[in-house]
């Protein structure tokens, strides 16, 4: 779930063109622990969750929301 969660950070950290200190930075947090984040080797808070999606420019379910399978 973890994992899942950090890959999620990751793409969207990637769409929009931002660097892992960048991001960081603009979510007020160490970059050290983003890398965390998108490793998922961390349980982030739901206010550290809230400032990463914030600083990426999505709402919240965006990022904590698992996008369901699409059916065949």
Do not use: H, Y
Not at 3 to 31: K, N
Not at 33 to 41: D, F, K, N, S
Not at 45 to 69: I, K
Request: include cysteine; glycine fraction near 6%.
């Amino acid at each position: 779930m973890l994992v899942d969660l950090g890959r999620r950070i990751s793409e969207a950290r990637c769409d929009a063109g931002l660097t892992q200190e960048a991001a960081a930075s603009l979510a007020g947090i160490d970059w050290r622990r983003w890398q965390r984040l998108e490793r998922g080797t961390v349980n982030p808070t739901v206010s550290t969750l809230l400032r990463v999606a914030q600083a990426l420019g999505l709402d919240f379910w965006q990022l904590v929301v698992r996008p369901r399978a699409k059916s065949a």
